[in-house]
């Protein structure tokens, strides 16, 4: 069957440290893949999008890597701040008009 | 712009009631969907809009209906709701990220429906 997963756990780390998620997809070859940030009570705001072809992509201090032989994408946000608790979501577009989300991984970050 | 807007943020309905959800984007968009979105859950599609005049079913669409109003509303129907439907419904619209040729979608603040 076809799987999206991202660590289920919340991730807690200190101010200044970077976090990093994990995206794992099973049985999909997805076109592109997007990270998207949620807060409590908000719907899910954009934050970066990395083609097939791709393998790395920047914004200020986020980063995002694309490994479509090992079906992974990994987010990085570097010297995180309180600002960035919140959850964050891959999704696939597979084409056509749906796009498939994970689950999304809770980040903490503690001043 | 607001973006994408929903009404009402908050219902609570008893089974058996009928309720619709609005949602309106002021961005031009084809696209238009409607999610729900339930704890440890991704967001799972219920109905999406390709253009105006067009929908189709997604995931989960048992015992919701859309209507494509115009371009910018799309409606989610539910008729006789149930409590496997208490959820959080999200609605997007989707449209070029910055003009390069690949599509993000944009959502709305969501709607907290609890069916008793």
């Known amino acids: 069957s076809q799987k999206i997963e991202q660590n289920s756990e919340a991730l807690n780390i200190q101010e200044g440290k970077t976090a990093t998620l994990t995206c794992n997809y099973t049985?999909?070859?997805?076109?592109?893949l997007q990270w998207y940030r949620q807060d409590p009570g908000r719907g899910p705001v954009f934050l970066l999008l990395?083609?097939?072809?791709?393998k790395e992509k920047r914004k200020e201090r986020l980063k995002v890597t694309f490994d479509t032989t090992l079906k992974q994408s990994l987010f990085h946000i570097t010297a995180s701040q309180p600002a960035d608790s919140a959850t964050y979501l891959c999704?696939?577009?597979?084409?056509?008009?749906?796009?498939?989300f994970g689950a999304g991984t809770r980040l903490f970050v503690k001043a | 712009n607001a973006g994408v807007t929903q009404t009402p943020k908050f219902q609570v309905l008893k089974t058996g009631q009928s309720m619709t959800l609005q949602c309106a984007q002021d961005m031009n968009h084809n696209s238009m969907y409607w999610y729900r979105q339930d704890p440890g859950m991704g967001l799972r599609l219920i109905y999406y809009?390709?253009?105006?005049?067009?929908?189709d079913k997604g995931e989960v669409p048992n015992g919701y209906n859309v209507s494509r109003l115009n371009k910018r509303e799309f409606s989610l129907r539910l008729e006789s709701a149930a409590p496997s439907q208490t959820s959080v419904y999200f609605c997007a619209s989707e449209g070029l990220a910055g003009g390069r040729g690949t599509d993000t979608q944009y959502f709305g603040p969501g709607t907290r429906l609890t069916v008793l």
């Open positions: 990395i083609r097939e072809n791709e």
């Open positions: 999704a696939l577009h597979t084409g056509g008009f749906k796009t498939i």
């Open positions: 049985n999909y070859s997805p076109a592109y």
């Open positions: 809009s390709a253009s105006e005049g067009t929908t």
